[in-house]
């Protein structure tokens, strides 16, 4: 046994040491000159720290640099927010995270940051919220509605102040229905919990509830999206059945420092925005169902702008 | 039993035991390591499996993750620094086993216990993972409640002989699990604007305080090695077989183990602990759990190594991750195009079974890596203390650092630390502040979500069949004390 392990750690730091040759040496222009640190809001092995360590290799490529990734979980990422918010805006540290969690941050308690305050860089997925019910209920979402008008329905929520709680308070706004909402830690309890039959129905991001789609356990019956989702091509989206409910996706991008120089956000912009067409990363993103939705840095920012007056306008409600 | 034939024989090819292996011994390195988990691990070693065949990955991946535990008992046993909060029960008789001399028995005792509980779990896991799935589903808000209602009565067995020290212990972790943000109604709770802890107080780097840096304080103060009496005492054999000696305690390990893994919403951290605290309720001599009593740490490693699988069940045959561990597991095999569910079986089966004969195999790789390679490590307890203190000390603080990043969770781990000092020369233990800890935040939650649900009806609480049967245990575990002499005058009347 003795040998099996030292062979394996002579092969483990064979691998580690050719891992570190073959990023390639720096470029002739003035950034980046060193390692770029890219902060994940999320423990490692998150769904936050599982993009970014997919996409590094690939921007590493184009920046010639190698992209650390830094996991700084806690507080939803308001721990990382708060120390971002005084960083060097050299374009050397960089965050990524599910936006937009720091502006619903932000409307539930005191912070020391600003999301507004954040240099957009790049965005590459978005992922969808999807209202669910047990495949023993209703079958369509008009029965659902119907039901939900006659009384109050018990939903599944991700987590208080999450993305999907604010989607689901956009739904239910705009729908005209009430909800009992039901706070989870995450959307393994609220899809288990649904099913079982404990709550009526759940709000999660799509990829949460596919395998118990797949089982027949549970049927989707909107997806909160302005286009169909290409992994879900058969649920209607609110445009289909004639609502009119504004989707607030859940976006994934890279931001840097507040007042980054432009020059720098170009140079950075550039390579993640070529990094995402590299045909191995679409590849890798397919396999975990993303949907890859790039937005350069202007779009991105506009959505930062979009985004606050929706979330103010909820902001009594992500407490109780 | 095509497929299964077929599994071990692909499990059997070169590459694949060689990715078997890897992956053991990277999953003990990482469970040693503290501060870095099964979860740490499987991000960490995926790039380099991305390209591998899905079923060696998986295989690579599934060891890793199985074998993490037992490297965190290494540390638990030898150095009192539990690798992840699962270990944390098995220090309460490890590492006492260690001041006797008896390390190298108490780690033989935990890998005698990962190649026995693993294999109980995975049996239960290939036969029977679609139908435990099913039972798991039936748990809702009420029934989680009342699970954690009947943990929590086992405090009332934990605390006897000294119940006042026990109870404030009890109430501390209790309160303590109070702290930081409120899930269901989104309130920030006695945080002081200190964001830190805005998750509640972080479990590990309370673990290491409590834990390890208590422990080198008593160490800086008193003797000369962590074994007392200078020397090894009894090889890794009377391990093993001390630990066949308690066949009924490996049973009711594996039990709760496997249930509290099938329940997708009860963490890990639990399985050990209430093992623990159930041995010591039966045993006809509970004051030597927590003296370096063997059957304790058979108790706590039997029924965490029967956990992993049974965090497994749900995730495989459901896609619902019962733990944070599983959680990145469901993400690697998405990742490698297997999307669990009950379809995966006939879909992917023969991925599926490889990975479960890898991990049968791999809990007996573990046993072999035991006994060659552990038992070495014992002698760590017998290096003087001026050099073992810091070494801990260092080690356990920057693992406490390395969780999320963070300078405040090494001051947490120091705070926790000091208050451990002050309860262990105070003579409380430790044991009914982990258990309020881990299981406060369950009680509390599930109970808000229950009426949340049934719009402040308190009949949801006893509805169901489930719920009826866990009043009935937890009232029998409460009124047990009592009741037992009673039954005792009765039985001997009747002679």
């Excluded at chain 1, 050719?18 to 998150?46: E, M, Q, R, T, Y």
């Excluded at chain 2, 074994?227 to 093993?240: D, H, M, N, Q, T």
């Excluded at chain 2, 002698?379 to 050099?387: A, D, G, K, M, S």
Aim: glycine share 10%.
């Amino acid at each position: 046994m003795f040998k099996n392990l030292s062979k394996s750690l002579a092969f483990l730091s064979v691998v580690g040491v050719s891992l570190l040759l073959a990023c390639p040496s720096a470029n002739s222009v003035d950034f980046p000159k060193k390692p770029i640190k890219l902060i994940a809001c999320a423990a490692a092995g998150g769904g936050e720290d599982t993009e970014a360590r997919g996409i590094a290799p690939y921007v590493e490529k184009y920046l010639g640099v190698n992209v650390m990734i830094e996991n700084q979980p806690g507080a939803g990422g308001k721990i990382a927010f708060e120390k971002f918010q005084r960083t060097k805006p050299d374009g050397y540290n960089l965050i990524t995270y599910t936006f937009p969690k720091s502006i619903i941050i932000e409307y539930m308690g005191k912070t020391n940051y600003k999301t507004r305050d954040f240099t957009p860089i790049f965005a590459w997925s978005r992922s969808n919220q999807l209202l669910v019910v047990h495949a023993d209920t209703w079958k369509t979402f008009d029965e659902f509605l119907k039901a939900a008008k006659a009384k109050t329905l018990a939903g599944g929520l991700s987590g208080r102040g999450s993305t999907t709680h604010l989607a689901g308070l956009v739904a239910v706004d705009e729908l005209g229905i009430k909800v009992n909402w039901v706070p989870y830690e995450g959307a393994a309890g609220s899809t288990a919990a649904l099913a079982g039959k404990h709550l009526d129905f759940t709000i999660c991001l799509a990829t949460s509830a596919l395998s118990l789609i797949q089982a027949g356990k549970l049927r989707p019956l909107l997806m909160f999206s302005d286009k169909r989702d290409p992994y879900f091509p058969d649920v209607p989206i609110p445009k289909d059945l004639g609502f009119d409910v504004t989707p607030i996706p859940a976006i994934r991008g890279v931001e840097a420092p507040p007042n980054t120089p432009p020059s720098i956000v170009k140079v950075l912009e550039e390579a993640f925005s070529k990094a995402v067409k590299e045909p191995a990363f679409i590849d890798w993103a397919d396999k975990r169902k993303m949907v890859l939705h790039p937005l350069s840095a202007k779009e991105f920012s506009k959505i930062v702008v979009d985004t606050y007056p929706k979330v103010e306008q909820f902001k009594e409600m992500f407490k109780e | 039993m095509d497929v299964v034939t077929q599994a071990v024989t692909f499990v059997f090819q070169w590459q694949n035991l060689a990715a078997l292996i890897a992956g053991t011994i990277y999953g003990i390195i990482i469970g040693v390591l503290p501060g870095l988990g099964p979860s740490a691990g499987m991000a960490l070693a995926l790039p380099l499996v991305l390209k591998w065949h899905p079923a060696t990955a998986l295989i690579f991946m599934g060891s890793l993750y199985k074998c993490s535990n037992y490297g965190g008992s290494i540390t638990a046993i030898l150095v009192n620094t539990p690798g992840d909060a699962s270990n944390a029960a098995t220090i309460l008789d490890g590492y006492p086993m260690c001041e006797k001399g008896k390390g190298g028995v108490a780690l033989a005792i935990s890998a005698t216990a990962a190649m026995v509980g693993g294999t109980i779990g995975m049996i239960c896991l290939i036969f029977s993972a679609p139908f435990l799935a099913e039972f798991a589903l039936r748990f809702g808000p009420a029934e989680y409640f009342l699970t954690a209602l009947l943990a929590l009565s086992i405090i009332a067995a934990v605390v006897q002989g000294a119940t006042i020290k026990g109870l404030i212990s009890a109430g501390l972790g209790l309160m303590l699990s109070t702290v930081g943000f409120d899930v269901v109604t989104g309130h920030l709770r006695y945080t002081f604007g200190w964001s830190p802890i805005e998750d509640g107080i972080p479990l590990i780097q309370a673990l290491v305080g409590l834990f390890a840096v208590t422990q080198s304080l008593v160490l800086a103060e008193s003797a000369e090695s962590i074994s007392r009496i200078g020397k090894l005492a009894g090889g890794f054999w009377e391990g093993v077989m001390t630990y066949f000696k308690y066949p009924y305690a490996i049973i009711r390990a594996a039990t709760i183990g496997l249930f509290i893994g099938i329940l997708p919403a009860v963490g890990q951290s639990s399985a050990g602990l209430l093992a623990w605290a159930e041995a010591k309720r039966e045993s006809k001599h509970p004051e030597t759990f927590g003296n370096g009593e063997p059957e304790g740490v058979i108790s706590s490693e039997t029924s965490t190594n029967a956990c992993m699988p049974g965090d497994l069940v749900c995730t495989i045959a459901l896609g619902i991750p019962g733990s944070v561990g599983a959680a990145i597991f469901l993400g690697v095999m998405i990742i490698f195009g297997v999307i669990p569910g009950p379809l995966v079986f006939k879909e992917k089966g023969d991925v599926i079974y490889s990975l479960f004969v890898a991990l049968v195999l791999t809990s007996f790789i573990l046993f072999l890596v035991g006994i060659t390679v552990a038992r070495h490590f014992a002698l760590v307890t017998l290096l003087p203390n001026e050099i073992i203190v810091p070494v801990i000390l260092v080690v356990s603080l920057l693992g406490s650092f390395a969780i999320r990043n963070l300078m405040a969770d090494v001051f947490i781990s120091l705070v926790f630390g000091i208050l451990g000092y002050i309860m262990l020369k105070g003579g409380f233990t430790p044991v009914p502040l982990l258990l309020g800890m881990v299981l406060g935040e369950m009680v509390e939650t599930n109970y808000h979500r229950a009426l949340m649900i049934s719009g402040g009806s308190y009949s949801i609480f006893y509805s169901s069949i489930i719920s009826k049967i866990l009043i009935f245990l937890t009232f029998l575990s409460l009124a047990g004390p009592y009741l037992g002499p009673v039954w005792k005058k009765l039985t001997q009347g009747e002679k």
